[in-house]
T-cell receptor
């Protein structure tokens, strides 16, 4: 079954710890995206990648890092430098320029 | 970057048509208009997209103004399962890459 998966669904961390969110797709899409969503708000772009081994910063990249070593995988690391990391994180993929397919999201809580 | 403006919320009766408006007055000629919807605690789901002409699919219709400064998503017969936040998005190209700008969305409430 083709799709995009994110794990885990819920994640709890202590302040000052780095944490990595997983995103995997088997849709053979070239492009992958990470968004952040705060309660009652829309989605804001963190990072995106159009091709393996290349990625660009989105609108709110500070405190985050990514890698794209494989076409299927685009993990996001939330570093201790991110001031307000508690949020709902969404990963998406698409053929270049086409509609995006979203994963189920990871809800990160940092205390 | 071009932006979209949508009403915060709308209500509709079940089985009736729903027209969800979106303004994008700063849209450029190559920007596509996409619509997604999101249920609580889920990822957004693609609904429809278009460039200049009106578009229909099994989920909805998209009506695009002639000057492309606004568009309307039309759900022909609202059901309770259509209650969601609907996002009007511009897909634009920058330096050969594709980006999607999400607005704050319209929360649609469907009344039984």
């Amino acid at each position: 079954d083709g799709g995009i998966t994110q794990s885990p669904k819920y994640l709890f961390r202590k302040e000052g710890q780095n944490v990595t969110l997983s995103c995997e797709q088997n849709l053979n899409h070239d492009a992958m995206y990470w968004y952040r969503q705060d309660p009652g708000q829309g989605l804001r772009l963190i990072y995106y990648s159009q091709i393996v081994n290349d990625f660009q910063k989105g609108d709110i990249a500070e405190g985050y890092s990514v890698s794209r070593e494989k076409k299927e995988s685009f993990p996001l690391t939330v570093t201790s430098a991110q001031k307000n990391p508690t949020a709902f994180y969404l990963c998406a993929s698409s053929h270049l320029g086409a509609e995006q397919y979203f994963g189920p999201g990871t809800r990160l809580t940092v205390t | 970057d071009a932006k979209t403006t949508q009403p915060n919320s709308m209500e509709s009766n079940e089985e009736e048509p729903v027209h969800l408006p979106c303004n994008h007055s700063t849209i450029s000629g190559t920007d596509y208009i996409h619509w997604y919807r999101q249920l609580p605690s889920q990822g957004p789901e693609y609904v429809i997209h278009g460039l200049t002409s009106n578009v229909n699919n099994r989920m909805a219709s998209l009506a695009i103004a002639e000057d492309r400064k606004s568009s309307t998503l039309i759900l022909h017969r609202a059901t309770l399962r259509d209650a969601a936040v609907y996002y009007c998005i511009l897909r634009f190209t920058t330096s050969g890459t594709y980006k999607y700008i999400f607005g704050t969305g319209t929360r649609l409430k469907v009344l039984a």
